[in-house]
């Protein structure tokens, strides 16, 4: 039995639209009865091709029925779309929504190629950041009959929004699609306009923790969660870095950071360093934890993330 490795995504928004129809009936009592019209469904058109996230053309013969997902943001934004009935293997990563626990598990740093065949999928939602290395599991799938859809790798939220089309195309849900797209620009809308009322000199320089000392990593640029804070109006302190860089506690200390935030449950060990008794963040106990599937999952939940986020660092004015 072999198993093949893919790379685990970074990580989180469930948001879900509800259609509204009325209908109004006439005041005339010779009229007919006007009919109660049903709600109207999604027409998908199959076959469909789509371009995946390595730029391929993939064509998607008919509506899937049985879908496994090999990553979590594929899952959530799956589910998001409506088809959790449908998804019928998860990595063992997946943790959201509940669901997925009664769902089999197809593996973790490495995906079961039988398992999945046995499940008889046929369509696979795989992701770009790890189709490099799982290059020859997925080629078993794809010559097992199974079609086999990377989404693209995002780093932005413009990119997540094009992996919600791209799975909704694929799955004949594009209506839900744009939807759940709308969703989060708006409330990110709300979030930021909100924000608009801090002014400049109060905006606070935030530090991002993602794991702690020895080997000391934060968000710099090109990251969800720089995106974040600029939405927020905050600073990232190492928002001249690019990606997830490895920083010295020196250089982290000399940030002199307002807020610090970690995304692994570090806030009382942070506040305990000695080292960083003088930094303002420590001294005004200001250093919060937050969920980090919500602010690095490139999924539907991202925008949550930037509420938690906007609550932690101005809590007066994101009540």
Not at 95 to 114: A, H, L, Q, S, W
Not at 154 to 160: I, L, Q, R, T, W
Not at 240 to 259: N, Q, R
Not at 304 to 311: D, S, T
Request: hydrophobic share 40%.
């Amino acid at each position: 039995m072999k198993r093949w490795k893919w790379t685990a995504a970074l990580a989180a928004l469930f948001l879900l639209a509800a259609v509204l129809v009325g209908c109004s009936s006439g005041t005339n009592s010779n009229a007919q009865p006007t009919k109660k019209e049903e709600p109207k469904t999604e027409q998908a058109a199959f076959p469909v091709t789509v371009k995946d996230g390595l730029g391929q053309d993939v064509t998607i013969k008919a509506e899937p029925k049985k879908i496994v997902s090999l990553i979590p943001s594929n899952t959530e934004i799956a589910y998001a779309l409506g088809l959790g009935e449908k998804i019928v293997g998860v990595s063992d990563f997946d943790n959201y929504p509940e669901d997925v626990k009664t769902k089999t598990k197809i593996g973790g740093m490495e995906f079961n190629v039988e398992k999945i065949i046995s499940l008889k999928p046929d369509l696979v939602l795989a992701h770009a950041s790890s189709a490099h290395n799982s290059r020859d599991g997925l080629k078993q799938l794809k010559d097992a009959g199974i079609t086999v859809l990377v989404v693209n790798d995002a780093k932005s939220f413009d990119d997540v929004y094009a992996s919600i089309e791209l799975i909704g195309k694929a799955t004949g849900t594009t209506d839900k699609a744009k939807q759940v797209i709308n969703d989060m620009k708006e409330k990110l809308a709300q979030i930021q306009e909100k924000a608009k009322q801090i002014p400049a000199d109060k905006q606070a320089n935030v530090w991002i923790e993602v794991s702690p000392p020895p080997q000391l990593y934060t968000a710099g640029k090109g990251t969800f969660m720089d995106e974040m804070l600029q939405v927020i109006s905050a600073k990232n302190v190492a928002g001249s870095l690019e990606g997830w860089p490895m920083v010295t506690e020196e250089k982290a200390v000399a940030y002199k950071p307002d807020v610090i935030i970690t995304t692994y449950g570090g806030a009382k060990q942070v506040l305990a360093r000695t080292a960083w008794k003088d930094v303002p963040a420590v001294k005004n106990k200001r250093v919060y934890d937050v969920n980090s599937d919500l602010v690095s999952r490139p999924g539907p939940r991202l925008a949550e993330g930037v509420e938690e986020l906007a609550k932690a660092i101005y809590p007066d004015v994101f009540k």
